[in-house]
Each structure stands twice: as structure tokens, then as C-alpha cells.
Nanobody, 124 residues
Framework: QVQLVESGGGLVQAGGSLRLSCAAS????????MGWFRQAPGKEHEFIAL????????YYADSVKGRFTISRDGAKNTVYLQMNSLKPEDTAVYFC?????????????????WGQGTQVTVSS
């Protein structure tokens, strides 16, 4: 079965960086969009970024544009989220998700598979 396993979260000071990883297994993701979402306490899932696996084309939410970079490594079947210039408001649980097909998929419910999440805490 499909598994998405996130790692790389932790505690970091404001202005610092983290790189999240999402190891994908269970099928071929060449025709998938891979997305990152986050959820802060008491809030809905927020779209962060997506990448089209086949082309590497990326799309970002305005809140992270210029600070976060999404990428993928086909050989490792892994998607990454490099987060720089972190702010306290970036504190959340970060989730990886996979959506079959193409398009600008920015809603949590559009996706087919989700990981368990990894906590990111940014201290001021």
C-alpha cells in the first residue's frame, strides 16, 4: 500500500532553516503531484507547496514563496521541503500528500494519500 513518511521536523530559532523529507513508497508516483501542507493548532490544513513529479514544476503559497523550496529525488522516491528564514508563525505539523494526475491542487481533500506529519516549532 502507499506510504508517505515525513521526517526532519524539530525546534529551530526564528531565522533558521529546516529540511523536511517525505519518503514515498507503494506505487509509482511519476504521474502524481506531491504536496506539502501544514496545520497549526486550531486551524485548518494550509497548502504550502506542490511539485509535479514528472516535470519538477513547482507552485507555492504566497505565505512561503521565496523562503521555502520543494524538490524531489526520483532515485530515492523522496520529496523535500527546504524551509529558510523560518518565522514563529510557521510553527505547525507539516504533512506530505500525493494526488494522482495534474493540476494546481491546493486543497487537502483533493489529495489521495497523506502522511502522518512532522512537527515544526519555531521559537522567537
Amino acid at each position: 500500500q502507499v506510504q508517505l513518511v515525513e521526517s526532519g521536523g524539530g525546534l529551530v530559532q526564528a531565522g533558521g532553516s529546516l529540511r523536511l523529507s517525505c519518503a514515498a513508497s507503494g506505487r509509482t508516483f511519476s504521474s502524481y503531484n506531491m504536496g506539502w501542507f501544514r496545520q497549526a493548532p486550531g486551524k485548518e490544513h494550509e497548502f504550502i507547496a506542490l511539485i509535479t513529479w514528472s516535470s519538477g514544476s513547482a507552485y507555492y503559497a504566497d505565505s512561503v514563496k521565496g523562503r521555502f523550496t520543494i524538490s524531489r529525488d526520483g532515485a530515492k522516491n523522496t520529496v523535500y521541503l527546504q524551509m529558510n528564514s523560518l518565522k514563529p508563525e510557521d510553527t505547525a505539523v507539516y504533512f506530505c500528500a500525493a494526488k494522482g494526475g495534474y493540476g494546481r491542487n491546493t486543497y487537502w481533500d483533493e489529495y489521495d494519500y497523506w502522511g502522518q506529519g512532522t512537527q515544526v516549532t519555531v521559537s522567537s
